[in-house]
T-cell receptor, first 112, second 112 residues
Framework: DVKVTQSSRYLVKRTGEKVFLECVQD?????MFWYRQDPGLGLRLIYF???????EKGDIPEGYSVSREKKERFSLILESASTNQTSMYLC???????????FGPGTRLTVT | DAKTTQPNSMESNEEEPVHLPCNHS???????IHWYRQLPSQGPEYVIH???SNVNNRMASLAIAEDRKSSTLILHRATLRDAAVYYC?????????????FGKGTRLSVIA
């Protein structure tokens, strides 16, 4: 059974903290993606990666960075968390162009 | 931009077929049509995708108009477990990859 796992289901952080969200996939997929989901705005793409150490900006990269040191792991980093980054964060992966994406369960981050 | 248009909500009776429409008038020749659904408190789940021909799988059928400017997701017999937000998405080549750009989706309610 294919699997995308995220390090936490719920996370509470303070303003200004550095936050790491981890995503791991066990399907040997080339591509990995980070989205955030907010009520009324739907899912928006933050960053994606098509290979180890490679990354591309999505629609809303400001305030975020990513790291992909190993093929199975894609990390989203909030350098200095702010309250407007309170959101549901979803990680996904797929193997190639136009292929179905497999999503993790999400991390609900609250920044106070 | 989401590039697809869907009704905000639809309602169906249990055990009846459901036809979920989607307009994508700006689709280009290499864009795939994807459908995902999201159940409450879960990440999105792949349903089906296609390019030109109609597609069937164990979950649903996808009917694509001849001019490809619209498509319809068909659930053959709705169950209460099919109540979810359904997203119609174009898989567009971007920076050498095909990340998904989600719109608002259609919230499907199923009545027992």
């Amino acid at each position: 059974d294919v699997k995308v796992t995220q390090s936490s289901r719920y996370l509470v952080k303070r303003t200004g903290e550095k936050v790491f969200l981890e995503c791991v996939q066990d399907m040997d997929h080339e591509n990995m993606f980070w989205y955030r989901q907010d009520p009324g705005l739907g899912l928006r793409l933050i960053y994606f990666s098509y290979d180890v150490k490679m990354k591309e900006k999505g629609d809303i990269p400001e305030g975020y960075s990513v790291s992909r040191e190993k093929k199975e792991r894609f990390s989203l980093i909030l350098e200095s968390a702010s309250t407007n980054q309170t959101s549901m964060y979803l990680c996904a992966s797929n193997s190639g162009l136009h292929d179905e994406q497999y999503f993790g369960p999400g991390t609900r981050l609250t920044v106070t | 931009d989401a590039k697809t248009t869907q009704p905000n909500s639809m309602e169906s009776n249990e055990e009846e077929p459901v036809h979920l429409p989607c307009n994508h008038s700006t689709i280009s020749g290499t864009d795939y049509i994807h459908w995902y659904r999201q159940l409450p408190s879960q990440g999105p789940e792949y349903v089906i995708h296609g390019l030109t021909s109609n597609v069937n799988n164990r979950m649903a059928s996808l009917a694509i108009a001849e001019d490809r400017k619209s498509s319809t997701l068909i659930l053959h017999r709705a169950t209460l477990r099919d109540a979810a937000v359904y997203y119609c998405i174009l898989s567009i080549l971007w920076e050498g990859n095909t990340p998904l750009v989600f719109g608002k989706g259609t919230r499907l309610s199923v009545i027992a």
